[in-house]
């Protein structure tokens, strides 16, 4: 089948895990970021967003839910518990998670929770192949749904198909310890176009392609030969929606939250880290830099307090609950050894907030805490410095190893396995004279403006469009 001309009316139709519809599990409030742009991509094409519900059934029956909202349609369905232990759960969230954010250490190799990933993601294609017109362009997004690609070809799909993986992709030595690893990045050369965050991500897929799979390989076009396929292999870095979260800054929600966190700490320096409670963003080792701080500088305990805002995430995954017993006991044992009757050092918060009370946190505090151990980008990063007062900017403290530190090198850079690093980094920007502090502000800024969110989606539509 001859694919169709591209025009500016062609349908985009996004392929994800989870949609942002009030029904799907982690949705709420999500419209200002990826859902946000996403969702304006798909109104400019009449656009489809299918992926799971986030409910469970007791058995799959393949029942799809749709509605229409300002020309976008959402279509979810349900997975059954199996599938979630197997798909979710499992192999997505045990084995991918932590293989490509270099965990080994923790990952799980099971047989039938592989065989659950391939079977949801088939299910996936079964549901959508239907929906599919024959000039629509897809768009299919990250680890959860990386064959799916080439389950939708199996269904006679010929459309163009893009993919982006929003995390990181492990050197090849990492890589090949995934039973089958070279069926997965077979089916990832399905999609027409492969996205990922950083040249260094890209650059480990390449070599994986070169040397395992003996593909042709042009790396000034990105464009990887295999078996009569081609596909193009880019960095497309993600950026923030820059023009709705800096809006949140005048909201009275947005200074409200500020002006708890000013009131709360009492004339002290508040420092502050947001992250999803999970083992890659490096909390334990933050938690342990923090005390080494105290430990040289103990007086420091009655002018600096950290604010540690990590939500739960994935419960069901007993790495997750480790972490957060790990978690509360290194705070424990902080508070418990620094604390007055009128001071607390530390501030663990085990919930979410919406992303204007982020902004106002982040306005109020003077140094920004981002240390994952490894991190497709991270754009809390980048959130931290939008919100930032020009006059009076903060601190970044960011770890050399999430993809950010490429864009954001006027960060003060940490190694996040380092207490005595992480220590020293707090003591810098303590210090740091106001000049210094809008210098490197000025410089990160312009980065996380102009590299925004929306550029991102018109650039990687823009290759997709041209293949």
């Known amino acids: 089948m001859e694919r169709s001309a591209l025009t500016e009316n062609s349908r985009l139709v996004v392929i994800s895990n989870r949609v942002a519809v009030p029904k799907a599990r982690g949705a709420a409030g999500a419209q200002g970021g990826l859902a946000g742009a996403l969702n304006a991509a798909l109104k400019e094409r009449s656009g489809l967003w299918f992926g799971w519900s986030g409910e469970e059934v007791a058995e799959h029956t393949g029942e799809i839910e749709t509605q229409t909202t300002e020309g976008v349609t ?30 080994l250490d923790l990952v799980e190799y099971e047989r039938e929770t592989a065989k659950g990933y391939e079977r949801v993601n088939e299910r996936f294609a079964e549901a959508v192949a239907p929906m599919i017109e024959p000039d629509d362009n897809i768009w299919v997004h990250d680890y ?147 005390g080494r701080f105290f430990d040289r500088h103990p007086e420091r305990a009655r002018d600096l307090v950290f604010i540690q805002i990590a939500p739960p995430s994935r419960e069901d995954v007993e790495s997750y609950q480790e972490i957060r017993e790990q978690l509360e006991q290194k705070c424990g044992e902080i508070n418990g050894a620094r604390s007055e009757v009128d001071i607390v050092p530390i501030r663990y918060v085990n919930r979410g907030y919406s992303h204007a009370e982020l902004f106002g946190f982040f306005r109020a505090a003077k140094i920004g805490l981002v240390t994952p151990l490894r991190d497709g980008m991270n754009l809390v990063a980048k959130e931290y410095i939008a919100a930032q007062d020009p006059e009076d900017p903060g601190v970044l403290i960011l770890s050399q190893f999430a993809g950010a530190a490429i864009q954001l090198c006027d960060a003060v850079m940490v ?35 102009d590299d925004n969110l929306q550029a991102w989606t018109a650039n990687f539509l823009r290759d997709l469009a041209a293949t």
């Open 74 to 103: 959402i279509a979810t369905m349900d997975l059954s518990k199996r599938d979630i232990d197997e798909y979710y759960n499992g192999y997505a969230n045990s084995t991918l998670w932590p293989l490509f954010h270099y965990r």
């Open 144 to 290: 959860h749904l990386m064959p799916l690609g080439e389950r939708l070809r199996s269904h006679g799909i010929d459309n163009r198909i893009g993919f982006f993986l929003h995390i990181p992709w492990p050197p090849t030595r990492l890589y090949v310890s995934l039973p089958y690893h070279e069926r997965l990045v077979r089916t990832l050369l399905s999609y027409d176009v492969v996205g990922f965050q950083t040249e260094e991500w890209l650059e480990s897929f390449v070599h994986y392609c070169e040397t395992e799979l003996g593909a042709e390989v042009d790396k000034k076009t990105g464009k990887i030969r295999l078996d009569g396929r081609e596909a193009i292999a880019r960095a497309y870095p993600i950026g923030i929606d820059w023009d709705h979260f800096s809006a949140l800054g005048n909201t009275g929600e947005a200074r409200q939250a500020a002006q708890r966190l000013l009131s709360s700490t009492r004339r002290r320096i508040a420092m502050i880290g947001v992250d999803r409670l999970d083992y890659s963003k490096g909390l334990p080792e933050r938690i342990d830099g923090i």
């Open 415 to 449: 190694n996040p396995h380092s207490p005595d690093d992480i220590a020293h980094a707090i003591q810098v920007a303590l210090d740091m004279p106001l000049d210094e502090r809008k210098r490197r502000y000025e410089k990160m800024v312009k980065t996380v403006r």
